[in-house]
């Protein structure tokens, strides 16, 4: 599913336009992308919550190579389901 069919199945479970689904997904989006950046963690019971971790810079091989290589210390998000989504999903 891609972000246009995600938008399409939420205007039909909402009742809102696609337009205004679009709106509220690229507001939910663009609020996520800000606090996560800011360091902040987001809970949503019931769904999970996103979060951002420090990775360690380490030596990494090239598989193709096998060549040793650097790889930089940087930030990611980790996402972690909550149970009730766990469970739908089993």
Do not use: C, H, W
Not at 24 to 29: S, V
Not at 81 to 88: C, N, P, R, W, Y
């Amino acid at each position: 599913m891609n972000k246009t069919d995600l938008t399409g199945a939420i205007a039909a479970n909402s009742g809102l336009s696609k337009v205004d689904a679009k709106k509220a997904l690229d507001a939910f989006i663009k609020v996520v992308a800000y606090q996560l950046k800011k360091g902040e963690k987001i809970s949503i019971v019931g769904f999970g919550s996103f979060q951002t971790v420090n990775r360690k810079a380490r030596v990494g091989v090239n598989p193709a190579t096998q060549n040793k290589m650097n790889i930089e210390a940087k930030r990611v998000v980790k996402f972690k389901a909550g149970a009730e989504l766990a469970d739908k999903v089993k």
